[in-house]
T-cell receptor, first 117, second 111 residues
Framework: SQTIHQWPATLVQPVGSPLSLECTVEGTSNPNLYWYRQAAGRGLQLLFYSVGIGQISSEVPQNLSASRPQDRQFILSSKKLLLSDSGFYLC????????????????FGPGTRLTVL | GQQVMQIPQYQHVQEGEDFTTYCNSSTTLSNIQWYKQRPGGHPVFLIQLVKSGEVKKQKRLTFQFGEAKKNSSLHITATQTTDVGTYFCAGRSFGNEKLTFGTGTRLTIIP
């Protein structure tokens, strides 16, 4: 069966510090991968998605970046965190294939709750 | 760009009462999905609707997709405390590879 892992679960970082959040998927190959951010009590904002290794699409201009160094690994980074980067970061995957995003459900990881002070 | 709105933003109901959340898209959708997020948890897929006018049921939950494929609804009959959470719709437009999530409806149950 497929599983998705995110770490850390919680993180408190000072403004201006770097960030690295990691997401890994097991039990599937060539998944589509997504990073979302959810502000407190708000909806889901798509930040990045990827259909393959090294292929990243950015949805919102910001000081965050994403990388996919391996097929089932998705990393969210920042060089300098802002207060507004606080939120609940969710990684998700869906069935992929041949670079097309199929109309399948997305499976979410447990999330990382980031507080920037 | 595509926008997906949900109403109401919050809903408080007595246990046993019914609950409905409505989802409206600014563009015609190829399909729509519904997710539930328990407090402190992550979204979990509930169902996907594809056909115009489609209705699907899961026990006490009834999902509808509008004839014009621009709106959808989720109705819960006789709510229980386990129904607490935020319900999100998520739609995909034709030719758009991304899923756009709605703003969500947070349901709280008064025992």
């Amino acid at each position: 069966s497929q599983t998705i892992h995110q770490w850390p679960a919680t993180l408190v970082q000072p403004v201006g510090s770097p960030l690295s959040l990691e997401c890994t998927v097991e039990g599937t190959s060539n998944p589509n991968l997504y990073w979302y951010r959810q502000a407190a009590g708000r909806g889901l904002q798509l930040l990045f998605y990827s259909v393959g290794i090294g292929q990243i699409s950015s949805e919102v201009p910001q000081n965050l970046s994403a990388s996919r160094p391996q097929d089932r690994q998705f990393i969210l980074s920042s060089k300098k965190l802002l207060l507004s980067d606080s939120g609940f970061y969710l990684c998700a995957w869906s069935v992929g294939g041949l670079g097309l995003i199929l109309e399948n459900e997305q499976f979410f990881g447990p999330g990382t709750r980031l507080t920037v002070l | 760009g595509q926008q997906v709105m949900q109403i109401p933003q919050y809903q408080h109901v007595q246990e046993g009462e019914d609950f409905t959340t409505y989802c409206n898209s600014s563009t015609t959708l190829s399909n729509i999905q519904w997710y539930k997020q328990r407090p402190g948890g992550h979204p979990v897929f509930l169902i996907q609707l594809v056909k115009s006018g489609e209705v699907k049921k899961q026990k006490r939950l009834t999902f509808q997709f509008g004839e014009a494929k621009k709106n959808s609804s989720l109705h819960i009959t006789a709510t229980q405390t386990t129904d607490v959470g935020t319900y999100f719709c998520a739609g995909r437009s034709f030719g758009n590879e991304k899923l756009t999530f709605g703003t969500g409806t947070r349901l709280t149950i008064i025992p």
